[in-house]
């Protein structure tokens, strides 16, 4: 998202936060329900265009989306009506910050349950499962695919192994894709969970497993580069020969001896 989107994301969320707290266990329904808002969105770019379009009497659109959500809960209309009120740098922002709005609602959940630390461990490892197996990857975000069978795929791979939350962020995310490859949107949720806790998520590849003292000295060093908390996910990969590849959000530190290897290739071919 650009800046007006972004500026736009960010009141929705603190907006959206209080109701949260108040709702507690019962979030992901909120939740739930602005995910189907969601799907009307994608399924109408004229309808989406159209509640994005800031020409358009914010009244108007409001009203709108009272008439959409007829059945809602009073709370999902006043944050999606919020929503429309606000200016976004292009209509696709517009689904994809109530989007993120459901995705908090979960999460919410698994906050007021005290889970969302397990939340997070399952969705690392689920991501981390996946990491091997590129067909089954590839069938959960092609739409060629039907999105029950998507849905079933994900079922049997979880096999009721994890928590409500986890499961019901795992199929969302199969049903819909919206253009995104599956193991990108678990880590989009993974940074919203970081968000949450306060702390960074940096997913570190090494080839060996890294001893306490050399974890605690990592998250001091990154702690200190990001000015926050640092939860640290390790994952080892053989076919790094040495040295680590450190990943927060979309920076990449890659300081793997193949990665020196292929940059001096590339400085030896000019």
Do not use: C
Not at 64 to 69: Q, S
């Amino acid at each position: 998202m650009r800046g007006t989107s972004r500026a736009s994301l960010a009141a929705a969320e603190e907006r959206f936060e209080p109701i949260l707290a108040a709702a507690g266990a019962q979030s992901s329904e909120l939740g739930q329900q602005l995910l189907a808002f969601v799907d009307a969105l994608d399924s109408s770019g004229s309808l989406r265009r159209t509640l994005a379009d800031p020409s358009i009497e914010g009244d108007a659109k409001a009203g709108l989306v009272a008439h959409l959500l007829t059945n809602a809960d009073p709370r999902v209309v006043e944050i999606a009506q919020s929503l429309v009120r606000a200016r976004w740098s292009a209509d696709v922002d517009l689904a994809d910050a109530a989007e993120q709005l459901a995705f908090h609602a979960a999460l919410a959940r698994a906050e007021a349950e005290g889970n969302l630390a397990k939340v997070e461990e399952e969705l690392f490892r689920f991501a981390k499962a996946l990491a091997g197996q590129r067909e089954v990857r590839r069938a959960l975000f092609d739409t060629r695919v039907p999105a029950a069978a998507r849905i079933k795929l994900v079922d049997d791979l979880l096999a009721g192994r994890v928590t409500d939350v986890t499961a019901q962020i795992a199929r969302r995310a199969a049903a819909a894709p919206r253009g995104r490859r599956y193991v990108t949107t678990l880590g989009h949720i993974a940074d919203l969970i970081a968000e949450r806790r306060e702390r960074t998520v940096a997913t570190v590849t090494t080839a060996s497993s890294l001893s306490p003292t050399q974890q605690d000295r990592l998250a001091t060093i990154l702690r200190e580069a990001y000015g926050r908390e640092v939860q640290l996910n390790i994952v080892r990969d053989p076919q790094v020969l040495g040295g680590m590849r450190i990943q927060v959000g979309p920076q990449v530190v890659d300081a793997t001896v193949l990665s020196r290897l292929a940059d001096a290739r590339r400085r030896l071919a000019g």
